[in-house]
């Protein structure tokens, strides 16, 4: 299940008009169609704020909120809600860790790609290799999920 959640496609995000910074927290009841405020709601209308985040993009902490049953984000929620998914956030991440750690190359995040041409380790957002510039195989995805250094 946890491969399957790092490699799911990604969700397509409605942007916020440019220079306006819009909640990421899901709006209750423009869920239910009862949101009387329309666009000048502050709470968030993206389908997107509302799918589970991965794995890999939770963060290593109990969600304080959901242990005082307050926490409105529900499954896109970046913290862990209860031992059980703490636990397998820990050992996912352990997990990847340990296979990003095999080789003496870089850490791989989902969307990077190794040079067919020379071998080296390529970020996602790379068309073509830095070290040979030999270009990125074809199949394989430029969208790439955001890198976080916090593991």
Not at 48 to 67: E, G, H, I, N, V
Not at 116 to 126: E, K, L, S, T
Request: proline share 11%; net charge positive; aromatic share 8%.
């Amino acid at each position: 299940r946890a491969v399957e959640e790092a490699n799911a496609p990604p969700v397509p995000q409605v942007q916020a008009p440019r220079g306006e910074k819009r909640s990421r927290v899901p709006c209750k009841f423009f869920e239910s169609g009862l949101c009387q405020k329309g666009d000048e709601c502050p709470l968030s209308h993206n389908p997107s704020d509302l799918q589970p985040l991965p794995f890999w993009q939770k963060r290593q902490y109990m969600c304080t909120f959901f242990a005082e049953g307050k926490c409105i984000r529900g499954a896109s929620c970046a913290f862990a809600h209860g031992a059980e998914e703490l636990d397998m956030i820990i050992k996912f991440k352990a997990a990847l860790k340990e296979e990003n750690n095999k080789g003496s190359k870089p850490a791989k995040w989902p969307g990077d790609w190794d040079c067919p041409g020379c071998n080296d380790r390529q970020f996602a957002r790379n068309g073509s290799c830095r070290k040979c510039g030999e270009p990125r195989p074809l199949g394989l995805s430029r969208l790439s999920p955001p890198r976080s250094r916090n593991m």
